[in-house]
Each structure stands twice: as structure tokens, then as C-alpha cells.
């Protein structure tokens, strides 16, 4: 079985981490195509040891095309999506465009595999937001065990989470530090080298950020809406990888010990919980990697049943290419049929 796949925003980071991990994970295709706005038209990408120069998504017929990754942004998924989807092509989107509709699955393979197969109203599948997926994939095997209660989580989320632009404005302003230059904030609100900004996505009326708003809605949707969750998202000067302080009550026991014993289990997920100096994972550990690596993981005292863990993953993978690629294989294995 082999599969057309064409991949959206292909010369961005996440656009080039799909391709990369399309080629490390083995996935049959039968033909990549890179695609992108006109003004990168021709621009060359790689897969693998090929050499793939970008078309233009504005006139692409994706009739004939299996699969389509979405890495571009809202506007271009609700302009480019649902046209991809009519044409018969499969379509999983990267951004925040479909993820709360309800006829669009918010799919974390690890954790709601099973619901993939509501792909067929619409032909659209959501990936979650970064922060949210490696969330969900140490959540789950606790929850299936003691049951999630209430979830206060803080994350310490990389400038690439925030695209080239971000990671390139810390670059610049960790360089200016050593000669004195001032430090002028374009894509984050306030300096970011040597700083943390509480503060990512627009803020609502009720004083949480977008981003943490959507870690709520789509912890609910993947995982369990009976789930309360609480998050502050914070932006800090790594280039990649992110880092979350996750605070769990449970309806049931659970002890720290049974905790680290289903979590080495479970899919997805890295245990590395020494205690003792550097017997953890930073998000240096974990860049390039597949996994959702947990350490940190002791008894919280003050509530009865509660556990605090300590989760890191590469965001451009697990949060983003990563995931999308997964939810890709999960189609051709389950409910995509193509001759050889």
C-alpha cells in the first residue's frame, strides 16, 4: 500500500519536520508533494536523500492526493482544508481551525485512536495544540487507572512554538545582550532572551490566554470533559521543546511508586525519574526525539490523592509533525484502502 501525501506550509519548521519524520518513519508513499504560497513556489525542500521543489497550494487539484498535512496556519486551512477535503482528500490540520468542531476528531494517537474514524464527516482530522499533546499522553494512563479529578498544569513553552520568526528574534537577542544592543520585542510582547513572558496567544475576557484556553477545551474533548483543568502558559527562552509542572488530583489512590510503573508502560511515554542531580529531562534531552519524557514524579501532600509530574517533549514532533504523521499512519493501517 503506498499513499499520495502532499504537505502544506512545507518550507516552515513544523512543514519540514513532517517531511522528515514521513521519511524516518517509513511511511508508503507513493509521491510527496511539497506545497506553499506562490511566493515559495519552486523553493527546494528535502525528503530524505530527495530534493523536492514546492508548487503552489492556491492552484493544486488535490483530487488523486491520499493525504494532506496541514502545517500553514488557520487561515490557510479554512481557505485550502475543506476545498482538499471535497476533493477526496484526507486532510489533518496542524492549526486551531477545526479542533473544537464537532464533526472534526481531535486525535492523539496514544490516547483517542479510536476516534479517528470520525474522519468521514468531513474528511478533516484536528491535531491538538503542542502544549496539550504531550499533556494528554502522560494523562491517560493515570486516568484510566485512578481517574482525573482536577489538573493544574504550568507550561514553559520554546520560541518555536511561535514559528521561524520567534526563534530567530531570540537568537538575535541573545546576541545583542553581550554588545549592549537594546533589545526591540517584534514577535513576543515583551524581550524574550534571558526573560519568561506569562503570556501567549490573545488574551479573553476572563483573564486566561487563548493557549490556555485551549488546553482545557481539548483535554476535555481527547481525553475526558469531566476533567477540570487549569493552565498558565509561559513563553522562555529555548529554541525548542516544551516543558510542563503538572498537578494531578485523582478520584482513586494512586502512590508515586504505581504512577512511574504505568507510565514506563504506557505508549508514548519515557520515564526518567532519578532522584538525584540531573536524574530528570530538560527540554535540551529531549529535541529530535518521539517521546513524551516524564520525571519529577512524587506525592502532592496537600490534597488528598494527588501526584505532581514534570513532562517534556519536542514540540515540533510530539506537538505538532510528529502527531500529524501518527494520526497519517492510523489512516492507511485502519480505513484508507489504496492498491499497491
Keep these: 500500500m503506498a499513499y499520495k501525501v502532499a504537505v502544506v506550509g512545507a518550507t516552515g519548521v513544523v512543514g519540514q519536520e513532517m517531511l522528515s519524520i514521513l521519511e524516518e518513519r517509513g511511511f508508503p508513499v507513493s509521491e510527496v508533494v511539497p506545497l506553499a504560497s506562490r511566493r515559495s513556489l519552486g523553493r527546494e525542500v528535502s525528503f530524505g536523500d530527495t530534493t523536492l521543489k514546492c508548487r503552489d497550494l492556491e492552484q493544486y487539484d488535490f483530487t488523486g492526493t491520499d493525504i494532506a498535512l496541514f502545517a500553514a496556519g488557520g487561515d490557510t486551512a479554512g481557505e485550502h482544508g475543506p476545498r482538499a477535503a471535497a476533493q477526496g482528500c484526507v486532510v489533518i490540520d496542524n492549526s486551531s481551525r477545526f479542533r473544537m468542531d464537532p464533526d472534526v476528531p481531535l486525535i492523539v494517537p496514544e490516547v483517542n485512536a479510536s476516534a479517528v474514524a470520525g474522519y468521514t464527516k468531513r ?72 526573560n519568561v513572558i506569562p503570556h501567549i496567544d490573545s488574551f479573553l475576557d476572563d483573564g486566561q490566554t487563548k493557549e490556555e484556553w485551549k488546553m482545557v477545551a481539548e483535554t476535555k474533548k481527547i481525553l475526558d470533559p469531566a476533567i477540570k483543568l487549569h493552565a498558565t502558559c509561559v513563553r522562555v527562552p529555548v529554541f525548542v521543546g516544551h516543558s510542563e509542572a503538572v498537578n494531578i488530583e485523582f478520584a482513586q489512590e494512586i502512590d508515586d511508586d504505581e504512577a512511574r510503573e504505568i507510565l514506563r508502560e504506557a505508549p508514548g511515554c519515557m520515564v526518567l525519574d532519578k532522584r538525584e542531580d540531573g536524574g530528570y529531562v530538560t527540554p535540551i534531552d529531549c529535541v529530535g526525539d518521539f517521546a513524551t519524557y516524564i520525571s519529577r514524579i512524587r506525592v502532592d501532600p496537600t490534597v488528598e490523592n494527588g501526584l505532581s509530574i514534570w513532562v517534556v517533549s519536542d514540540n515540533l514532533r510530539k506537538g505538532a509533525a510528529l502527531n500529524a504523521v501518527q494520526i497519517a499512519e492510523l489512516l492507511a493501517a485502519r480505513h484508507l484502502k489504496k492498491a499497491a
Design 123 to 194: 474528511n478533516i482530522i484536528a491535531n491538538p495544540n503542542c502544549s496539550t499533546a504531550q499533556l494528554v499522553v502522560a494523562l491517560k494512563p493515570l486516568h484510566d487507572r485512578a481517574e482525573i479529578k482536577r489538573v493544574v498544569v504550568a507550561t514553559y513553552q520554546s520560541a518555536s512554538g511561535a514559528g521561524r520568526d520567534a526563534m530567530d528574534e531570540l537568537f538575535t537577542q541573545t546576541k545583542g545582550v553581550y554588545v549592549n544592543d537594546e533589545p526591540t520585542p517584534q514577535q513576543f510582547t515583551k524581550q524574550i532572551a534571558f
